[in-house]
């Protein structure tokens, strides 16, 4: 009969709902101020190293769930990078060649001040003949023999180059008569800083280092950059892919990418010690 007909093909092809569920209402949750609120309108977690919060949207977008305590934290598509990393870097948690840059999960932990005390000894030679000249310079820290340098030439174990010699005299009011002052300026030759020594006073010429944190899980650890020197970033292995240590002070460090941008990286406020 038709009737019975018409029903059993309504029974296997029934009727799609198209306009969401019956019976499942949207999600609510309670909000910061204690009222509910929909659950993609809210922020339950806040990013642990800069206190945004982090839409819980973001999290339904990409087939995460808000819900889970545990939610910033987790690395979906294991690529080193959790995914409060992938949100504050606009990157996809769930596609492992999309990831934020290594150098974002690089720290500073410690400027280190490595001392370097010279002190300018005397001149021998003719002054009027700047080339017989030769400089008698100590490195108090670097514990080596006393050295005779002529202009040109390098402080040894330092970048350090005698450039140019002044002699100067000035009234000494102790003792009276004249007091030997000349200067000898000495040049970085990695910063093409200069350094000026007066004869018989001791200089502090520091040279900078940073103590990095890198916490990109496959390679953490610490490691030491002398300032100006290059260094690179697990799993960056190619000579194109150096980062060079530019300056460093007790708060920051600015580094030079492979692609001659500079960056600042400062101290993990998560882990900040007294």
Not at 86 to 105: I, V
Not at 248 to 271: H, K, M, S, W
Request: net charge negative; with cysteine; charged share 25%.
């Amino acid at each position: 009969m038709p009737e019975v007909q018409q029903a059993k093909a309504d029974l296997e092809n029934p009727p799609a709902w198209t306009r969401g569920s019956l019976f499942v209402p949207e999600g609510y949750i309670v909000g910061r101020d204690k009222t509910p609120i929909k659950i993609r309108e809210g922020s339950i977690h806040n990013d642990s190293l800069t206190g945004q919060p982090i839409p819980n949207q973001w999290f339904l977008d990409h087939h995460l769930s808000p819900l889970d305590g545990n939610a910033p934290f987790q690395d979906t598509d294991k690529d080193g990078f959790t995914s409060e990393d992938e949100w504050r870097n606009g990157t996809d948690p769930n596609n492992r060649d999309s990831h934020p840059p290594y150098y974002s999960k690089l720290f500073l932990k410690q400027c280190i001040r490595i001392p370097c005390r010279l002190v300018f000894k005397i001149a021998n030679g003719d002054v009027n003949k700047p080339a017989t000249l030769a400089f008698q310079i100590d490195t108090v820290d670097l514990k080596q023999p006393t050295e005779f340098l002529k202009l040109g030439e390098t402080v040894p174990n330092t970048h350090l180059k005698v450039e140019r010699y002044e002699p100067k005299e000035t009234k000494n009011l102790k003792i009276g008569g004249m007091a030997d002052v000349s200067e000898l300026t000495l040049v970085n030759t990695e910063t093409n800083e200069s350094v000026v020594l007066v004869r018989g006073i001791q200089a502090d010429v520091p040279n900078y280092h940073a103590l990095f944190d890198y916490q990109w899980p496959p390679a953490t650890g610490e490691f030491r950059v002398r300032r100006l020197q290059d260094f690179g970033l697990r799993p960056e292995s190619n000579k194109d892919s150096l980062y060079r240590l530019m300056s460093v002070n007790d708060t920051e460090a600015i580094i030079r990418l492979p692609d001659g941008q500079l960056r600042t990286i400062v101290r993990d406020p998560r882990r900040a010690t007294k």
